[in-house]
């Protein structure tokens, strides 16, 4: 299935060149914290919103009542995740508030660098590489901090005692053995089986796939999209879903997102954008599917309010069966002055449609509804915080997209923060083969990242069509990581376009280089800062880079093309031929839209499992001694802004004010306390 949300830097690492700080009315980029927190493998930054104080009264008060709604469904993505998270979240939430005892001591210290990484996993899995995040304290430790708080003050679930809770826990937290992989995609194994995440109980994958098979009818052209919003269980034998709706389940949390929605709805801008609040209340009340397809119409359809926003059950990375929905939310609005480029992009779509290097079999003979733009987030919420993307792509169902369009957007605003946050940290220095590359990048690279992003979001998804008769979900656990393999060899093909410069998005026929080495080097080498030894490649983003990557040198080494060589010791991508490492990209995109529009599962689980999968062990941790020695943590999060509403003595709203001074700790204890909506017991 066509994921949601694109995560297209890997490590946004990368030093960029100096982008140019957003004009805005409030905010002083002199003095502004990009940097928050730092524990573990996380560094937490902050970002501004520039023009915020510039929309009109009512627009704030849109933004603040759509926030508002995105922070509710904060539990449904923890519960979601691991049917013990939010216990275990919040035993040690209470710990850290409650516990009197000694806090300087190294356990404690340990303690406090456990819970803020499950924060920025929404649960006991790492965010990134699926595994357990194993705590660094003894086990006897905890077990004494939980007995020496007053009970009262402890959130043990349906009036079960410590004893109780810890029993329940303690082997989830410390047993490597017990729910090792959020999601796990072993080849040859049950992936529903051996997955931990909460959306299957009791049943194996071939009695899910059997179950949604037997609904599915070859000759509907507009498919509802199975499973999205719902959990399968085995009820007396008989397997069934548990629909995720108002008085289903997640109901508390669903109903005070309704709540908040149902305010939006009095302040839209639009009778347009009012519908489409209106039909997405309705899918939440009802769970109905097909009303969820009437929203994602209604919602690519409008292209004219500024405010905008994500929210509902999309992503469908976490499911090992590419089918589950998890909760996010993103609230935004459109920066006027920077979605130039992308609506030069989205008005040429049929041009670059009719031009790919694809079989002709599998292009769209008319490209419809194709809007890109760039937006300045507002408020980042379920899965797509802490960690986000900087690239969005919607709606997931194909036949939408194909009959209706999609939406695309790159994010600014944490481009921006990303590249502030990475200036001047030596990545560059250490990874790039000589100082061309990093010329380049200086000029260049801030421009064709962004254009990469953009191409990939705004047609890459877009483009192509599957054969009559081909299920969307036909390349199942392979779905996710060949998308993005799709898209991203779809914008890399189009950067080396003299149309490119044609159509004034870049300067010369030099920039693309700038991105193609990048993404060689990353695909190839530095992504690999996120694995630990002797690991696999998981991550369908991370597949992904690594299947591109991994292939052309393969077949560009031969005619030097494309290679990794070694200078004092030390491994480099050096590419001697970027025109034909353009063909390379050209026929790889060739062969995977044909193993998408023909659903063929066995090719595409070969490319993935070939190019994708697995690690150099030598290239690794040579790779993983340079990185050390950067100090640079390989993950990144964000902190919300906050935002208030002003109100006069009769409680009409005359302001909404934005501020940026919250911590990461602060935060996310105050989400806790007021956004926790729903019992332990789901």
Known sequence: MLTALCMLTACNNTSREDKQAPADDGIDYATFEYKVDRFADIEILRYPVPGFNSLSLQQKE???????????????????HNRHN????????????????????????????YLKQIW?????????????????????????????????????????????TLNEILPVMFDPKVMPKRMSQAAGTDIVATSAVNFYEGVTQKEVEDFYNAMKDPADNTPISYGLNSKVVKVDGQITEQVWKLGGMYDKAIERIIGWLEKAEAVAENEQQRGIIATLVDYYRTGDLKTFDDYSVKW????????DFINGFIETYTDPLGMKGTWESLVNFKSEEASERTRVISDNAQWFEDNSPIDDRFKKEEVKGISAKVITAAILAGDTYPATPIGINLPNADWIRRDHGSKSVTIDNITFAYAKAAEGNGFNEEFMWSDQERARAKEYGTLTDNLHTDLHECLGHGSGKLLPGVSSDALRAYASPLEETRADLFALYYLADPKLVELGLLPDEEAYKTEYYHYIMNGAMTQLTRIQPGKDIEQ??????????????????????????????????????????????????????????????EAGKALVEAYGVKVNAELHNEVLARYEALDIAPYKG?????????TDNNG???????????????????????YSALPLKN
Not at 89 to 106: F, P, W
Not at 300 to 307: C, P
Not at 638 to 646: I, T
């Open 86 to 113: 939010l216990t275990i979240r919040r035993v040690c939430e209470a710990l850290y508030e409650n516990y009197m005892g000694d806090k300087s001591s190294e356990n404690w210290k340990q303690f406090e660098t």
């Open 540 to 601: 369908a983003h991370m597949r992904n880079r690594a299947l591109i990557s991994n292939w052309v040198i393969e077949k560009g080494e031969a005619d030097n093309v494309v290679s990794l060589q070694k200078q004092d010791n030390k491994t480099y991508v050096v590419i001697n031929d970027y025109d034909k490492l353009r063909s390379l990209f050209g026929e790889l995109l060739r062969e995977v839209q044909r193993i998408k529009s023909e659903g063929d599962y």
């Open 62 to 80: 849109l933004v603040y009542y759509l926030s508002q709604a995105a922070l509710e469904g904060r539990d449904i993505l923890w519960d979601q």
């Open 638 to 646: 964000f902190v919300n802004p906050v935002y208030k509403l002003v």
């Open 652 to 674: 009409k709203v005359t302001d909404v004010t934005v501020s940026y001074n919250e911590n990461y700790v602060d935060q996310q204890m105050r989400y806790s306390r007021q």
């Open 300 to 307: 690519v359809a409008d292209t004219v309010s500024r405010v």
């Open 120 to 164: 920025m996993a929404n649960g006991i899995h790492h965010h990134y590489s699926e595994d357990k995040i194993l705590p660094a304290f003894p086990q006897d430790y905890f077990v004494s901090l939980v007995k020496s708080v007053d009970p009262g003050r402890m959130p043990f679930r349906d009036g079960m005692a410590a004893d109780e």
